[in-house]
């Protein structure tokens, strides 16, 4: 089943720090934004690419996709002050598709095989994100004091791919957008909308490359990815 994604690359990663955005820092060679610009260049069933991107950062992205031979970005739209912004920017962009995902540019671990569990899901519900059961116990903490520990069973930690029926994110976002409301993910633009959302097990490999130290995670995952291929 066919989809086109959004991706989000508007952000100046100061979490990780490197006084640059993060999604050019390299992984074994290679720039994150491009190893996740390849999960979906790769992806026969992907038919379009939306990337929001900072002005100043466009024509060196440009460049970057003309070097790597990535061929299905459609639109590089300006992205906004927040994550949301960036997303919509891209929605506005786009022409009627069946199905959109909207994925973090910087999580380059993603499957094809999750990705169409997403897809399949939002197909037959109208909303379907990604997400893994928490590990950890969970508490609930006021003022440095335990108020209760949260039944771990009903907890997930969710991650993007965020998939959606075209008109249904469309109406989420324009929703949102009139009465000015912020979301940390695209779900609780739909959720808001009093519409399910189902979750997709995805796994502990698609972590967001935030800090430091997930850049060493995404080494680590990818040496063992391609010892696996050959
Ligand atoms: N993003 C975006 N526009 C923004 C903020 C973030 O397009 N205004 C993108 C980032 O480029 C990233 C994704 O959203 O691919 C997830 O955001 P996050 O991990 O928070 O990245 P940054 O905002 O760049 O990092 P930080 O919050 O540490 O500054
Ligand atoms: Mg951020």
């Known amino acids: 089943m066919q989809y086109e994604v ?15 955005n993060k999604l050019f ?7 994150i934004l491009i190893h996740t610009l390849e999960v979906f260049e790769q992806h026969e069933n992907c038919t379009g690419i939306w990337l929001a991107v900072k002005p100043e950062e466009r024509a ?3 460049e970057m996709l003309a070097s790597y031979g990535i061929s ?13 912004h960036s997303v919509h920017s891209c929605m506005k962009e786009m022409e009627q598709v069946d199905i959109v995902l909207v994925h973090d540019a910087a999580r380059p671990f993603i499957t094809h095989a999750i990705i169409a569990n997403l897809v399949q899901s939002a197909h037959d519900f109208g909303a379907a994100i990604a997400g893994v059961r928490a590990k950890d116990t969970m508490k609930k903490v006021r003022d440095g004091i335990i108020e209760e ?3 771990r069973e009903s907890l ?12 249904l994110i469309v109406e989420a976002e324009d929703v949102a957008e009139k009465v000015g409301f912020l979301g940390t993910d695209e779900a609780m633009l739909v959720e808001r909308l009093g519409h399910a959302v189902h979750i997709v097990e ?7 490359m935030t800090t430091k130290e997930d850049l060493l995670f995404g080494e680590a995952i990818l040496r063992r990815r391609v010892a696996e291929t050959y």
């Not at 959004?6 to 640059?20: C, I």
């Not at 796994?203 to 967001?208: M, S």
């Open 72 to 84: 299905k970005v459609k639109g590089l739209p300006d992205g906004g002050a927040e994550r949301q």
């Open 149 to 151: 520990t949260v039944d």
């Open 6 to 20: 959004v991706l989000p690359a508007a952000g100046s990663g100061k979490r990780m720090g490197a006084g640059q």
């Open 60 to 62: 060196f992205i440009r």
């Open 202 to 208: 995805s796994t502990y490999e698609n972590v967001k």
């Open 25 to 31: 820092l390299e992984l074994l060679g290679k720039p």
């Open 156 to 167: 997930w930690m969710i991650q993007t791919p965020q998939a959606f029926r075209f008109d």
